[in-house]
C-alpha cells in the first residue's frame, strides 16, 4: 500500500528544479495541492485545492472530491468541479485544535469513500492533515491495518501539530458497522442465462429509492 509520503513528492519537485531544460510553465501547470499523496490506486488526500493546482488536478481524471470543511465551497472550486462534472461531497468537521471529530460524519463519508463508483476521488479539508488523516485512518482500520501503523500514518502527515484528541478519535472508531454493510452487498442476476449483473446493497432489495448526491 502506497503511503504517498509527501517528503517524496518534495524531493521530485527539487530534482525537476535542478534541471536546466524544465519548462518553469509546465512545473506551474502541473502543480499538486498542498500535502497531495496517493492514499490507494484512485483515491487521493492533499489540502484544499487552490487555482493553480486545477491543471494537475486534470491528470487525475477525478469523478469526486470530499471536502471535510465547514464553510461553504469557493465559487472558483465549484465552478472547476461543474466543469469536469466532478460530484462534491462535503461533510462539515469543525478543524479547531480542541473539537471532536464526529463518529457519525467520519462514518457517511466513509461510505462515499470506499464506493468505487465516486473513484478516482480526491479527500481534502484545508490542510491535509488532521481532518483528511482521521478519514483516512478509519479507512486504513477497514483494511486491517494494526493501530499502530494506522496512528503512525496519521503523523507522518501531522507533523508536530499531532492532535491528541485525533488519536483517541481512531483508536476508538469502531468499524464493525461498516463491515457488516459491506458483507450484506449481493450479485442479482437478472434474465434466465444472462451474465449480467448488478451491485447491490440489503435496502436496494427492499426496494427502497435510491439516495442522490447533491
Same mark, same amino acid.
Given at each position: 500500500?502506497?503511503?504517498?509520503?509527501?517528503?517524496?513528492?518534495?524531493?521530485?519537485?527539487?530534482?525537476?528544479?535542478?534541471?536546466?531544460?524544465?519548462?518553469?510553465?509546465?512545473?506551474?501547470?502541473?502543480?499538486?495541492?498542498?500535502?497531495?499523496?496517493?492514499?490507494?490506486?484512485?483515491?487521493?488526500?492533499?489540502?484544499?485545492?487552490?487555482?493553480?493546482?486545477?491543471?494537475?488536478?486534470?491528470?487525475?481524471?477525478?469523478?469526486?472530491?470530499?471536502?471535510?470543511?465547514?464553510?461553504?465551497?469557493?465559487?472558483?472550486?465549484?465552478?472547476?468541479?461543474?466543469?469536469?462534472?466532478?460530484?462534491?461531497?462535503?461533510?462539515?468537521?469543525?478543524?479547531?485544535?480542541?473539537?471532536?471529530?464526529?463518529?457519525?460524519?467520519?462514518?457517511?463519508?466513509?461510505?462515499?469513500?470506499?464506493?468505487?463508483?465516486?473513484?478516482?476521488?480526491?479527500?481534502?479539508?484545508?490542510?491535509?492533515?488532521?481532518?483528511?488523516?482521521?478519514?483516512?485512518?478509519?479507512?486504513?482500520?477497514?483494511?486491517?491495518? #494494526? &493501530?499502530? $501503523?494506522?496512528?503512525?500514518? %496519521?503523523?507522518? =502527515?501531522?507533523?508536530? !501539530?499531532? *492532535?491528541?484528541?485525533?488519536?483517541?478519535?481512531?483508536?476508538?472508531?469502531?468499524?464493525?458497522?461498516?463491515?457488516? #454493510? &459491506?458483507? $450484506?452487498?449481493?450479485?442479482? %442476476?437478472?434474465? =434466465?442465462?444472462?451474465? !449480467?449483473? *448488478?451491485?447491490?446493497?440489503?435496502?436496494?432489495?427492499?426496494?427502497?429509492?435510491?439516495?442522490?448526491?447533491?
Amino acid at each position: 500500500m502506497n503511503r504517498g509520503d509527501p517528503k517524496q513528492l518534495d524531493n521530485g519537485a527539487a530534482s525537476a528544479d535542478d534541471d536546466d531544460g524544465a519548462d518553469p510553465a509546465v512545473e506551474l501547470a502541473y502543480h499538486p495541492p498542498i500535502n497531495f499523496a496517493t492514499v490507494e490506486d484512485r483515491i487521493y488526500r492533499s489540502g484544499f485545492p487552490q487555482f493553480s493546482d486545477f491543471q494537475f488536478l486534470d491528470t487525475l481524471r477525478l469523478r469526486s472530491v470530499i471536502c471535510l470543511c465547514v464553510e461553504s465551497y469557493p465559487k472558483e472550486n465549484l465552478e472547476y468541479l461543474n466543469s469536469r462534472n466532478i460530484r462534491l461531497f462535503q461533510f462539515g468537521i469543525d478543524g479547531t485544535k480542541d473539537a471532536n471529530i464526529p463518529n457519525g460524519v467520519i462514518t457517511d463519508a466513509l461510505k462515499v469513500l470506499i464506493d468505487v463508483r465516486n473513484h478516482p476521488v480526491l479527500i481534502h479539508c484545508k490542510r491535509g492533515k488532521h481532518r483528511t488523516g482521521c478519514l483516512v485512518g478509519c479507512l486504513r482500520k477497514l483494511q486491517n491495518w #494494526c &493501530l499502530s $501503523s494506522v496512528l503512525e500514518e %496519521y503523523k507522518v =502527515y501531522a507533523g508536530e !501539530k499531532s *492532535r491528541e484528541t485525533d488519536l483517541k478519535f481512531l483508536e476508538k472508531y469502531d468499524v464493525s458497522y461498516l463491515r457488516q #454493510c &459491506l458483507h $450484506s452487498i449481493m450479485y442479482q %442476476y437478472h434474465g =434466465y442465462g444472462s451474465k !449480467k449483473r *448488478r451491485l447491490l446493497y440489503k435496502d436496494d432489495v427492499q426496494q427502497k429509492p435510491p439516495i442522490r448526491s447533491v
